[in-house]
């Protein structure tokens, strides 16, 4: 059955449509792009046992976040070590395998979250989910390449672009099938109603002549609910979240749209071109540092343009991540009390959807304005463009904090807007770059070989901004602690300045109850927590722009040889050059 999938019986006739590929592609994008929605995951899967509140033997947040982490690592090395796989299998097997492990990933997830067994859900998701999401990232980009060579740009951007819009689509999706396997637990009244102890850390009650764990739940942490609930006293391990549910939904729907879709996967005979195009000219292409010759996949991992390229991609996903990761608690930080009227939670909710929108819509629009201006070109504008963006949010901060306008929010808001367009954009640009520098033939491979700079920048970029946020609120707490007068503070928290740490590390001291007893005319210094992260990630956009020039046509050194001519009446194999030979 495998065997049948391969390249050489899905190559379409000369009658084929190429526009019925890129549905199928992004329908596979679309999938695998719920991924980016992973944290509507988070709440549900640290209550499973509580359901209205976290109980004794549920997850921590800090041991379940890691899994979308996992899942990107496993996305990259996936697509690494597949890339050259796909080269000879083709798209439509390498699809179907993707199928079967994200849904998969899915099921065996689900049977983790049912059991709670964490390493079930992170081996589901996390590992085989992301080797899915790997495959099914890579399947369509040499396919739809090679369909397309007139538009290299604009039809990576396509598939690509369902990638940043999944999200947006599996949002409201995962929040219905939580709400549908939701099931409230036991209510035993209010909590002056029901008589508690306390038995090892645990809240416990008599229900029915036996002692049975349960939770408290205020009004507050209710409000998330998907049904009206009373604030008091629930019975742990006797309600459903529904995330077990829903994983199982999932991964059944995903399994079955992928699958259909891999069987709408065609791939062109050899030397096919598209009705009425020719070739641009050798020095247009030349402009465009667009090559007429390939590139070995195991040969360009000797190229330096395969490493100055990871670079551009790991630097501008890096950067990207810095302020998505941020973007929400920074806007309602530096905005939320300065601009309280403008800025409340429905502001703050519209924002995130458009992170979204301008995510996805970044991908198909800079990717198809590569293929007028250039691949190079369309990263100079990220990089320069980008780093003057990065710098303006430091400087709109500080300006609000002195002179509340609404000038200042507009300008934040047009600058992250514009920063998250370069951010899908670099993703759905660079296979067409690694086309025109090393090939068609095996852009795929190479292209999954890159994506480990996507694993790297998903770590390093989570990494860098904790610590330089963390970093910059305890710089400005002792900063503000030390115009504070020391009586005052002894009063307010019931301990003196020399341990400030400790009541930092308690939460007891934060920015905000210290500016609470800071002298009258101090500056909050909450808009300016953000500035050393934004400043680290514009330098690191200079330091892309500079691998981005350095990128030369590879040399011909590397180029793979013509095959010579077959006789007459011999059989034809299904590739025209050598697959395995460079020039010395």
Request: aromatic share 12%; proline share 5%.
């Amino acid at each position: 059955m495998f065997d049948s999938l391969k390249k050489e019986h899905i190559v379409a006739g000369d009658g084929f449509n190429r526009w019925k590929v890129p549905p199928a592609s992004i329908a596979i994008h679309l999938c695998i792009g719920s991924v980016y929605a992973w944290s509507i995951f988070n709440p549900p899967l640290t209550k499973q046992f509580g359901v209205v509140a976290a109980s004794a033997g549920d997850w921590s947040l800090s041991s379940v976040v890691w899994i979308f982490s996992v899942a990107i690592v496993f996305l990259g090395l996936s697509a690494a070590f597949a890339g050259k796989w796909l080269e000879e299998v083709g798209p439509r097997m390498v699809g179907v395998v993707a199928a079967m492990c994200w849904g998969g990933g899915f099921i065996i997830g689900g049977l983790g979250i049912m059991t709670h067994q964490l390493w079930l859900v992170y081996l589901g998701y996390g590992v085989i989910g992301g080797c899915g999401l790997g495959l099914g990232y890579v399947s369509p980009v040499s396919t739809l390449i090679r369909w397309f060579p007139d538009r290299r740009g604009m039809a990576t951007g396509m598939a690509i672009m369902g990638f940043g819009g999944g999200a947006m689509i599996a949002t409201p999706i995962k929040e219905y099938l939580l709400g549908l396997f939701y099931k409230a637990p036991t209510y035993l009244g209010p909590e002056s109603a029901v008589q508690m102890v306390t038995e090892g850390g645990r809240r416990v009650a008599e229900v029915n002549g036996q002692m049975v764990e349960v939770v408290v739940a205020s009004a507050k942490q209710l409000a998330s609910a998907p049904m009206a609930l009373q604030e008091g006293v629930y019975v742990v391990g006797t309600g459903n979240t529904g995330a077990a549910g829903t994983f199982f939904t999932l991964g059944i729907v995903y399994f079955i749209v992928m699958m259909l879709a891999s069987f709408s996967y065609r791939v062109p005979r050899e030397g096919w071109k598209p009705a009425g195009w020719t070739p641009p000219a050798a020095d247009a292409a030349s402009r465009k540092m667009i090559t007429s010759n390939n590139v070995h996949i195991d040969q360009a991992l000797k190229t330096p343009q395969f490493y100055l390229l990871w670079i551009v991609l790991c630097f501008n996903v890096t950067a990207g991540i810095g302020v998505i990761g941020v973007a929400k608690t920074m806007m309602t930080e530096i905005f939320g009390t300065t601009l309280p009227l403008i800025v409340n939670s429905t502001f703050a909710a519209t924002y995130v959807f458009m992170i979204s929108v301008f995510n996805m819509v970044g991908r198909f629009f800079w990717a198809s304005m590569s293929d007028y201006i250039g691949r190079k070109n369309t990263y100079h504008c990220f990089f320069i463009l980008g780093t003057i963006l990065y710098l303006s949010i430091p400087f709109a901060a500080a300006q609000v904090s002195v002179s509340p306008a609404v000038t200042w929010l507009v300008m934040f808001y047009a600058a992250t807007m514009v920063i998250f367009t370069m951010y899908g954009g670099g993703f759905a640009t660079i296979p067409a770059y690694l086309a025109d520098i090393f090939g068609t033939k095996y852009v795929g491979g190479i292209h999954g070989r890159l994506l480990t700079a996507w694993s790297t920048a998903g770590v390093l970029g989570p990494l860098a901004i904790t610590h330089l946020r963390e970093m910059s609120v305890t710089n400005s707490i002792r900063d503000l602690a030390s115009k504070i007068d020391p009586a005052a503070f002894s009063e307010k928290f019931g301990a003196s300045v020399d341990q400030l740490d400790q009541l930092v590390v308690a939460k007891t001291v934060t920015i905000a109850r210290l500016m609470e007893i800071a002298p009258a005319g101090t500056v909050d210094p909450t808009s300016s927590v953000y500035n050393t992260t934004m400043y680290a990630m514009a330098g690191l956009l200079v330091i892309a722009l500079v691998a981005n020039m350095l990128v030369k046509p590879v040399h011909a050194k590397h180029h793979m040889e013509d095959a010579p001519a077959k006789p007459a009446g011999s059989g034809q194999g299904s590739d025209a050059t050598r697959t395995s030979t460079a020039r010395a």
